[in-house]
């Protein structure tokens, strides 16, 4: 397995220096079989989700989405969307064309939110969303029309409707207060409404898993996983209804939101994290929530590497014992620098530019067990991975009771398109994992974007539908999006 690469790694550090190291990383190689038992872990896990009267108490939500397939191609219109949830807030412009089958982003704005304001009250985050919105309809001309709302709101979250959804929890950098157990829908329009000078269209919520699935799934239909490895890391997939125990029906399939951050949230990951992690989790503005997603994404890996370095260093096994200020303030060392540090060719000069900036005085072993460092970090992240997509494919092929699956996954997220190794060391673990099951992995074009315009598309379609069936059929019927793969 590519795992090795860590031995690639190992060149021109001393021996006695490199087996001292080695005994700090060695809890950061997980072995096929440690991959194997997490695999059989979450496998249970996704069930307890997913069951009646278990999944109140389940670290893996397993959260119904009521999309139950993606788009026909007959979408058309121009729709808003929000994307709340990563790095940056942004909203779009977003045009689908049928003649074509084609979705258009015709313009987008990015929207910088202060770190107070993701830690304040939930009231100034809606305000702020609302008078960025005003901006960009001013901007585009748009003031005056009232489109259909896409928001991608990348959190936890009770779907009820699919303009009805629930916060559970925030995770990541945020944590406004007076959101969690609320309407987030409703806390936009109240923010919209409360400035009063426009006003939107019906709005459709989505997870960016979701958007990202919808969004591949339009230019390739077998797309039925959806992945995001970037600030956090959450699947969606599409399980058969008949399983969902707490939606009614037997046919069919409905997309699940996975939520799979939370696995480990119940202790079961004990043996595998590191003090490391213990501290990364401690020391975050949620501790005890999101375990797995701390040993995975974006948002912490950089930080599990800093800790590293300052153990390292204080055990005088780099930068002959001097710390700076930098290494020891917490994330100074931003998870980006570990694609830089750990790319095939300048990998070596990133690093000594990096450990240069921070203030740190290295030499060319120093350099060397950093890049060992940030290996085995974003190693175990991408095998962690892989053992959690290679679970979801193989229940997708049992559920068939299929010898063999060949399936798509959209992905999306910074840390897999941007790391040099990542997405080829996820991939083999899932072919180790899963080798019934051939996948083939799609790059999402912005899905958290497209993605979310598209469901909005497609619910606008079912809800013209829906119109016409409900003479026919039950109430509680109108509110999912009747779309079949
Ligand atoms: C959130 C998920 C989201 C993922 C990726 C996690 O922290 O709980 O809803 O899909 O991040 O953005």
Same mark, same amino acid.
């Given at each position: 397995?590519?795992?090795?690469a860590?031995?690639?790694?190992? !060149? ?7 087996? @001292?190291?080695?005994?700090? $990383? ?14 059989? =872990?979450?496998r249970k896990?996704?069930? %307890? ?8 108490k389940?670290p893996?939500?397993?959260?119904p989405t /009521? ?5 026909d191609g007959?979408? +058309? ?9 990563? #790095? ?15 979705v258009? @982003? ?11 304001m993701?830690?304040?009250p ?7 969303i ?7 309809l ?10 259909p ?14 303009d @009805?959804s ?19 829908? +409703?806390?936009l +329009?109240?923010a ?5 000078d426009?006003d939107?269209?019906?709005v &459709? ?6 958007? #990202?699935?919808?969004?591949?799934g339009y230019? !390739?239909?077998?797309c039925?996983i ?10 969606c ?7 969902? %125990?707490?939606?009614e ?10 939520e ?7 202790g079961?990951?004990k ?5 490391f992690d213990?501290?990364?989790d401690e #020391? ?5 929530i ?6 995975i994404?974006g948002?912490? $890996?950089?930080?599990?590497?800093r800790?590293?370095?300052?153990r390292?260093?204080e055990?005088?096994l780099? /930068? ?13 060392f ?10 095939? !060719?300048?990998g070596l ?12 005085k ?13 290996n085995a ?5 991408a %095998? ?5 997509? &290679? ?6 092929r049992?559920n ?8 798509t996954?959209?992905?999306?997220g ?5 790391h ?7 991939r083999?673990?899932? =072919?180790? $994992? ?22 909005t ?15 026919y059929?039950s109430?509680k ?9």
């Open positions: 397995m590519s795992g090795d860590s031995t690639v790694h190992t !060149d021109g550090i001393p021996p006695d220096a490199l087996s @001292k190291v080695q005994e700090y $990383l060695e809890p950061f190689h997980l072995s096929v079989e440690k991959l194997r038992e997490v695999s059989a =872990r979450l896990d996704l069930v %307890r989700g997913l069951g009646k009267h278990s999944h109140h389940a893996v939500k397993m959260l /009521f999309v139950r397939a993606t788009p007959t979408e +058309k219109g121009d729709f808003l969307a929000l994307d709340l949830g990563g #790095t940056n807030f942004r909203v779009l412009h977003v045009r689908v064309v049928e003649e074509e089958q084609k258009l @982003k015709m313009d987008s704005q990015i929207c910088a939110i202060p770190k107070e993701m830690l304040g939930g009231v100034q985050l809606f305000d702020h609302a008078a960025c919105l005003n901006d960009f001013v901007s585009q001309n748009l003031k005056g029309q009232t489109l709302l896409g928001f991608t709101f990348s959190f936890p979250c009770e779907q009820k409707e699919i @009805k629930i916060l559970i929890r925030w995770t990541k950098g945020f944590n406004c207060s007076g959101v969690e157990g609320e309407d987030v829908v +409703k806390l +329009k109240e919209i409404h409360r400035r009063g426009y939107i269209g019906s &459709a919520m989505v997870n960016d898993t979701v958007g #990202t699935m919808m969004s591949c230019r !390739d239909q077998s039925e959806g992945m995001i490895i970037g600030t956090g890391t959450n699947a997939y599409m399980e058969e209804i008949k399983n969902v %125990r707490r939606v029906g037997e046919d069919g399939r409905m997309c699940i939101n996975t799979w951050g939370g696995f480990g949230d119940d079961c990951l043996d595998i994290r590191t003090e213990v501290v990364v #020391t975050s503005i949620n501790p005890g999101h375990n797995f997603e701390k040993m994404s948002m912490y $890996l950089g930080e599990i590497v800790l590293l370095l300052v390292l260093t055990n005088k780099l /930068f002959e014992g001097r710390t700076s200020e930098a290494l020891l303030t917490p994330d100074a931003e998870t980006k620098f570990m694609s830089e540090i750990e790319e095939r !060719d300048g000069e990133n690093t000594q530019n990096i450990l240069t900036e921070l203030g740190l290295w030499d060319s072993v120093d350099s060397r067990i950093v890049r060992l460092v940030c970090v974003s190693s175990r992240s %095998r962690l991975c892989g053992a959690a997509l &290679a679970t979801l494919a193989n229940r997708i049992v068939r009771r299929l010898d063999h699956l060949k399936t996954v959209g992905v999306d910074t840390v897999y398109k941007k040099p190794n990542f997405s080829e060391e996820l083999a673990t899932v =072919r180790l $994992l899963a080798p019934d099951c051939d996948i083939t992995f799609l790059v999402s074009e912005d899905g958290s974007g497209k993605g979310a315009a598209m469901v598309a497609v619910a606008q379609r079912l809800a013209h539908q829906t119109r016409l069936k409900c003479f059929q109430q019927y109108q509110k999912y999006i009747y779309i079949f793969f």
